[in-house]
């Protein structure tokens, strides 16, 4: 029996639901309910025009319902009054199935039709700049090696608190805050879990952080790469594989760790990684953090080529501790729900071919790298990975050549717009057009 959203809003004091949903690009979108609504809304949805979102639809087709998902209910830590749920889409009495929770459902179904669960965590980099986002927000925040400044850190103290007090509030378990490896930059860490529980909090953790730096007079951006100079937004993955209460990547006896099984998996990711990047790093400006010129602070901590490692953090995977992996690629403007969703899809595309990652390369690919011409790189720009993904046979047959095609008929608009005003080289400027249109991804 579905939890009954018209009793907990008595109990709880909530006056207004939030319904939201993520589009293909990302964006939050939602409408504001009154509780007296809520009844209906819980059953039926609430009504959008699909086409004025970044969905593959037309202005004529018929209303889309965003039905809300009452077990991810979040009373907004900073206005309690205000309930917000993650919600499914539907049209004509189905499924919307180029949307991207439902996308993520569909993965999250294959694995446990063999008892299998995915449980990740994310590490969500943002920096916090000016309201005109021109500069970083604290201007004696200038060390040239920035990472973990306590200084820094405690400037921004009431702000990180009051995150921090809002994930403890709602039993996310956060356990560290940090400044990151660029001047204005910070990390926060919570809980792993499951995968679409980490990726509803990965869309509210976005919401939340740009939502208190604004009630500071601050603005948060996930941007990959708002500074040139600068190491960029990553937004890294820990990955296990989980039957009950038995991690499937675990295995003691392994020099790395990991299972058979965590091997294939990682096969399966290293075989579509230029694909996944079209999900991973979904912008233009996404392209400026991979393979990036050395950052004033010695390293870009982004990688160039795809391989994996053991505790060594130039790959795109490293291992950090035995039974779980951590991936690299992802960056800030990454879909949440795609994000989760790519890495089961090639995932399970590992294990079911039984992909041979190859053995592990400790090498520090930073300085190294180049020794290795027959190791793949990642695309160099978003064009590459949208063609890798329109050719990848495991993502096709996972999310159906129909669903591909829609996310890539967006993104190629996107470009042609993009194309139309500027023209991306990794050696220029970043372009007006990019943080016009990348700045609150
Ligand atoms: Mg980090």
């Known amino acids: 029996m579905a939890k009954d959203l018209l009793k907990i809003a008595k109990q709880k004091k909530i006056k207004y639901f939030l319904?939201?949903?993520?589009?293909?690009?990302?964006?939050?979108?939602s409408k504001l309910v009154p509780t007296e609504a809520i009844k209906g809304m819980q059953k039926n949805g609430a009504g959008f025009a699909g086409f004025a979102t970044w969905l593959d639809m037309s202005p004529a087709d018929a209303d889309m319902f965003a039905v809300p998902d009452p077990d991810s209910l979040i009373q907004l830590p900073w206005k309690k009054e205000i309930g917000w749920l993650a919600s499914d889409l539907w049209m004509n009495g189905k499924p919307v199935e180029a949307s991207p929770r439902v996308m993520l459902k569909k993965q999250i179904k294959r694995l446990a039709k063999n008892n299998m669960v995915l449980k990740s965590g994310v590490e969500c980099e943002y920096f916090l700049i000016n309201p005109e986002g021109t500069a970083i927000a604290d201007s004696r925040d200038t060390q040239s090696k920035p990472c973990y400044d306590q200084s820094a850190l405690l400037r921004q103290y009431d702000l990180i608190k009051e995150i921090c007090d809002s994930m403890l509030k709602m039993g996310w378990n956060p356990y560290q805050n940090d400044h990151e490896d660029a001047n204005g930059q910070f990390e926060m860490n919570w809980d792993y879990t499951d995968a679409l529980n980490t990726a509803d909090r990965h869309v509210f953790f976005k919401f939340m952080v740009k939502t208190i730096a604004e009630k500071n007079s601050?603005?948060?951006?996930?941007?990959?790469?708002?500074?040139?100079?600068?190491?960029?937004?990553?937004?890294?993955?820990?990955?296990?594989?989980?039957?009950?209460?038995?991690?499937?990547?675990?295995?003691?006896?392994?020099?790395?760790?990991?299972?058979?099984?965590?091997?294939?998996?990682?096969?399966?990711?290293?075989?579509?990684?230029?694909?996944?990047?079209?999900f991973f790093n979904p912008t233009i400006n996404s392209y400026?953090?991979?393979?990036?010129?050395?950052?004033?602070?010695?390293?870009?901590?982004?990688?160039?080529?795809?391989?994996?490692?053991?505790?060594?953090?130039?790959?795109?995977?490293?291992?950090?501790?035995?039974?779980?992996?951590?991936?690299?690629?992802?960056?800030?403007?990454?879909?949440?729900?795609?994000?989760?969703?790519?890495?089961?899809?090639?995932?399970?595309?590992?294990?079911?071919?039984?992909r041979d990652p190859g053995e592990p390369l400790f090498v520090n690919m930073y300085t190294d790298g180049d020794n290795y011409p027959n190791i793949k790189k990642l695309p160099s720009e978003l064009e590459d990975a949208l063609e890798h993904l329109s050719n990848n046979k495991p993502l096709l047959a996972a999310f159906g050549e129909k669903n591909i095609t829609s996310y890539l008929k967006l993104k190629e608009q996107e470009l042609k717009n993009f194309n139309a005003k500027e023209k991306f080289l990794k050696k220029d400027p970043i372009t007006d057009w990019e943080k016009i249109n990348t700045l609150d991804c």
């Not at 319904?19 to 979108?29: H, K, P």
Request: net charge positive.
């Open 288 to 354: 400026r953090r991979i393979d990036a010129p050395v950052t004033s602070s010695g390293a870009t901590w982004s990688p160039s080529k795809i391989s994996y490692t053991g505790n060594n953090r130039t790959h795109m995977i490293r291992v950090p501790a035995p039974g779980r992996f951590e991936l690299r690629l992802m960056d800030g403007s990454a879909n949440p729900y795609l994000l989760q969703a790519g890495i089961i899809a090639a995932g399970i595309d590992g294990m079911e071919i039984r």
């Open 19 to 29: 319904i939201s949903f993520v589009d293909l690009f990302g964006v939050l979108r």
């Open 218 to 278: 601050l603005r948060a951006t996930f941007m990959p790469k708002p500074f040139e100079n600068l190491t960029g937004n990553g937004c890294h993955a820990h990955i296990s594989l989980w039957n009950g209460s038995k991690n499937l990547f675990l295995d003691k006896g392994d020099k790395l760790g990991l299972t058979k099984k965590a091997y294939n998996f990682l096969g399966g990711i290293l075989h579509s990684a230029e694909a996944l990047s079209a």
